[in-house]
Nanobody, 127 residues
Framework: EVELVESGGGLVQSGGSLRLSCVAS????????IGWFRQAPGKERERVSC????????YYEDSVKGRFTISSDKAKNTVYLQMDSLKPEDTAVYYC????????????????????WGRGTQVTVSS
């Protein structure tokens, strides 16, 4: 069973920073793209960033580009999402999952090929 574990959420003021962590198995980390998603109340889950260590591909949605930075640590099988200049509209539950389609990280994605959803971590940005 594939399961990724998220952590690092919290409450922060507008303009503040948080770093989220996503721990995966070694096999998952080495072979699949890992995406960070978020879901705000009443909204659909959306992918905000993606990284695939195997080919070095990285993608950011426009809404977070320039503010969020995704990175990976092979020694810890961990993907990080550094979130700076946070805005109230970034408030959501953040999840990570692995893309079993084997695709590179690009603008196009299919949530249905992502597996290993964890419980998520709440990020709340106050104004």
């Amino acid at each position: 069973e594939v399961e990724l574990v998220e952590s690092g959420g919290g409450l922060v003021q507008s303009g503040g920073s948080l770093r989220l962590s996503c721990v995966a198995s070694e096999y998952t980390f080495d072979n699949y793209a890992i995406g960070w998603f978020r879901q705000a109340p009443g909204k659909e889950r959306e992918r905000v960033s993606c990284i695939k260590s195997r080919d070095g591909s990285i993608y950011y949605e426009d809404s977070v580009k320039g503010r969020f930075t995704i990175s990976s640590d092979k020694a810890k099988n961990t993907v990080y999402l550094q979130m700076d200049s946070l805005k109230p509209e970034d408030t959501a539950v953040y999840y990570c999952a692995a893309d079993f389609s084997g695709s590179r990280c690009t603008k196009t994605y299919n949530t249905g090929t992502y597996y290993g959803w964890g419980r998520g971590t709440q990020v709340t940005v106050s104004s």
